[in-house]
């Protein structure tokens, strides 16, 4: 079946440094996409999304981009500090169907 | 309230026990959805809900798997016969949409031992 997949399983990044969580899906009519967070212990937040109309949106020290040719999106955290240490996971929807999930991305922030 | 309220966080079960979880959505919140996470890995979808109905189980296994949702109670997700396999966090979110806006609880870790 067509799936959402990530490029890396675990990213380090020093803090201060901006980072870049990328994410690749196969399905050409997902029309929406969405980033959350997972904390140790806790379910998904909700960081920031974006629909396939758009190419780029912005939130507060996270930007989404869309590379629709591509089929990839990607989630760039400026200033990453340690409270960012998380698991990133995208999601997709398409149509009215409910959401599916790809493997997530280990961040960790070195002080 | 604005939360998702799932119950209980923790359950053990020895193999061949039923297992039973819960998960009240958030009011006004006209879906719900079950996902099984393993080891921090992707969240598998098992099934939703608009209101008592039931919306997508195209993830749900057809055996030893059950759900629902009933007016004036909490949703459930039950587990006949657990198996090793089985042990998973169970994450339940609600929504107003079927596309998004999903809030998520805070799981319940089955461990089946």
């Known amino acids: 079946g067509e799936s959402v997949g990530l490029h890396l399983p675990t990213l380090s990044v020093q803090e201060g440094d901006n980072s870049i969580i990328n994410c690749a899906y196969s399905n050409s009519a997902s029309d929406y996409f969405i980033w959350y967070k997972q904390e140790s212990g806790k379910g998904p937040q909700f960081i920031i999304d974006?629909?396939?109309?758009?190419d780029k949106r912005q939130g507060q020290r996270v930007t989404v981009l869309l590379n629709k040719t591509v089929k990839h999106l990607s989630l760039q955290i400026a200033a990453t500090q340690p409270g960012d240490s998380a698991v990133y996971f995208c999601?997709?929807?398409?149509?009215?169907?409910?959401?599916?999930f790809g493997a997530g991305t280990r961040l960790t922030v070195k002080p | 309230g604005e939360e998702v309220a799932q119950t209980p966080k923790h359950l053990v079960r020895g193999e061949g026990q039923k297992a039973k979880l819960y998960c009240a959505p958030i009011?006004?919140?006209?879906?719900v959805f079950w996902y099984q996470q393993v080891l921090k890995n992707e969240f598998k979808f098992l099934i939703s809900?608009?209101?008592?109905?039931?919306?997508?189980e195209t993830g749900m296994p057809k055996e030893r798997f059950s759900a629902k949702c009933l007016p004036n109670s909490p949703c459930s997700l039950e587990i006949q016969a657990t198996k090793l396999e089985d042990s998973a966090v169970y994450f339940c979110?609600?929504?107003?949409?079927?596309?998004?806006?999903?809030?998520f609880g805070s799981g319940t870790r089955l461990t089946v031992v």
């Open positions: 979110a609600s929504a107003m949409y079927a596309t998004y806006g999903y809030t």
């Open positions: 009011k006004g919140h006209s879906y």
């Open positions: 999601a997709e929807t398409v149509g009215n169907n409910d959401m599916r």
């Open positions: 809900f608009q209101n008592e109905n039931v919306f997508d």
């Open positions: 974006i629909r396939s109309n758009m």
